[in-house]
């Protein structure tokens, strides 16, 4: 089954406890991105990667850390957790990001984290 | 700085009611997506348009991309129940390799 899988789907955690979120996908896309979703501003993407080693901000990158050493996984890294930091967090991916139907993100089902 | 609003933010309606969601913007998109997401889930994609003035029709759910490419409606006949979620529209520019995301319509259908 086509997938986006994300662990853990819940972590509550205190301040300063370095955690990682991890996420895998089985459609070999190329593009993978993380956002971040709290009540009122809609999904604000944190991160994404246009390919293996190749990743760029996105909008809400503070406080955060990705890798892309492998096509399938995009850890989210966070080194040192605030609780500005608690939020629902997805995981995407899609086949590439040029306009146009190629573009369609799949989503993992989400993280709910809570920094004490 | 791009952005998408959509409108209402909320929304909520008896059962067999029509209703239109909006997303606005000043930005010309190469292409705009909607998606409905359920509590719980993450989003899922209904319908991408890519031409100025293009209708898609999905079951009951009929979509709109203005002829400028820089808004879009979501029309819904004789909401159901099962219609409940948070409904979301995603624009994507040529320029860059993020889509911009509106703040997201919640809809809730009344039995």
């Known amino acids: 089954e086509a997938q986006v899988t994300q662990n853990p789907r819940y972590l509550i955690t205190v301040t300063g406890k370095k955690l990682t979120v991890t996420c895998s996908q089985n459609?070999?896309?190329?593009?993978m991105s993380w956002y971040r979703q709290d009540p009122g501003l809609g999904l604000r993407q944190i991160y994404y990667?246009?390919?293996?080693?190749?990743?760029d901000k996105g909008d809400v990158p503070e406080g955060y850390k990705v890798s892309r050493k492998e096509k399938r996984n995009f850890p989210l890294i966070l080194e040192s957790p605030s609780p500005n930091q608690t939020s629902l967090y997805f995981c995407?991916?899609?086949?590439?990001?040029?306009?146009?139907?190629?573009?369609?993100?799949?989503f993992g089902p989400g993280t709910r984290l809570t920094v004490l | 700085t791009q952005l998408l609003e959509q409108s209402p933010q909320f929304l909520s309606i008896q059962e067999g009611e029509n209703l239109t969601v909006y997303c606005n913007s000043s930005?010309?998109?190469?292409?705009l997506q909607w998606y409905r997401q359920e509590p719980g889930e993450g989003p899922v994609l209904l319908v991408t348009?890519?031409?100025g003035g293009e209708v898609k029709k999905l079951k009951r759910l009929t979509f709109q991309f203005g002829d400028a490419r820089k808004d879009s409606s979501l029309h819904i006949t004789a909401a159901q129940p099962g219609d409940t979620g948070l409904y979301l529209c995603?624009?994507?520019?040529?320029?860059?390799?993020?889509?911009?995301w509106g703040a997201g319509t919640k809809l809730i259908i009344k039995p």
């Open positions: 459609m070999n896309h190329e593009y």
């Open positions: 995603a624009g994507a520019a040529d320029s860059n390799y993020q889509l911009i």
């Open positions: 348009v890519v031409t």
């Open positions: 995407a991916s899609s086949l590439d990001l040029g306009g146009g139907i190629y573009n369609e993100q799949f």
């Open positions: 990667s246009m390919n293996v080693e190749v990743t």
């Open positions: 930005s010309v998109f190469s292409s």
